[in-house]
């Protein structure tokens, strides 16, 4: 499938697409809208400029900080979506975080990374998952548009059957829940929302040879339109992992991508993956991790 049968795809079948993932009338979206209430700042308040509805917020790097933001509560289960327009311009070197995190020394997190690049060139998102407190397991891919001249939705949907990545509703990584087969799968520790701008030239773009220029700077991120549509962490585990009129995210119905869905992951991986960590044989010295072989949906 090529570019002009993707934009055909999406049109024609975008609402069966996306209709998996899109809460209907069962409402447990426990965020306000308002980032000074649902979040709150980690790092240099001076570089982080909320708007006076609180509806947008922007990150600042540069020579002197970066800077982040948290999510005031902690979540098992559920969908996160951000809208975020990227560094602009001469990006290398910037990373943009957008993660969950349990913050415990076998800490389960579920990762996008925006990684700058030189100007012209395009932006790559790398995914990566910690379960249990391992990780090693990055997927990179190329943006199949500019994401710095408008904002764009980043979703993560995570439950006791899979964990899904999306933009702008296309499913670009899919980790399933193979537990029963040995495979560690982020299923019982809570996990809080964090956001940051920061420096990475060490190794973002081309593995740390494209530094950032700061003549380019001040580098700045933007973020709106969040939605937490998640399981609240009381301290128990089993209330979030049943199935419930109010935890719509562990039905069966969405425990796997649609067939249409499946047709958008699959043109993803062939025409934008840059990097798969199942593939990296020599990494592993021939011994893939054990979710490799088994099934994505």
Known sequence: MNNSSYKMLVFFLGILSTSIFIKTTESSVVSTGDFN??????????????????????????????????SNQMFLFGQIDMQIKLVPGHSAGTVVAYYLTSDQPNRDEIDFEFLGNVDGQ??????????DGFDNREERINLWFDPTK???????????????????????????????????????QPMGIKISLWNGDSWATRGGRDKIDWSKGPFLASF???KIDACVWNGNARFCRGESSSNWWNKER???????????????????????YCQDIQRFRNNLPKECSLPKY
């Open 122 to 131: 395009p932006y790559t998102i790398q995914t990566n998952i910690f379960a």
């Open 224 to 226: 709106r339109n969040h």
């Open 254 to 276: 969405f425990s796997t991508l649609t067939f249409t869905q499946r047709r958008l992951y699959k043109w993803v991986r062939k025409y934008h993956m840059t990097y798969d």
């Open 37 to 70: 209430k649902d979040f709150f700042v980690t790092w240099s308040p001076t570089h982080v400029n909320t708007s006076a509805d609180g509806h947008e917020r922007s990150l600042k790097l540069d020579q002197e900080s970066g800077a982040g933001f948290a």
């Open 150 to 188: 408008d904002f764009h939705t980043y979703s993560v949907l995570w439950n006791i059957h899979q964990i899904v990545f999306l933009v702008d509703w296309v499913p670009i990584r899919v980790y399933r829940n193979h537990a029963d087969k040995g495979v560690a799968f982020p299923r019982w």
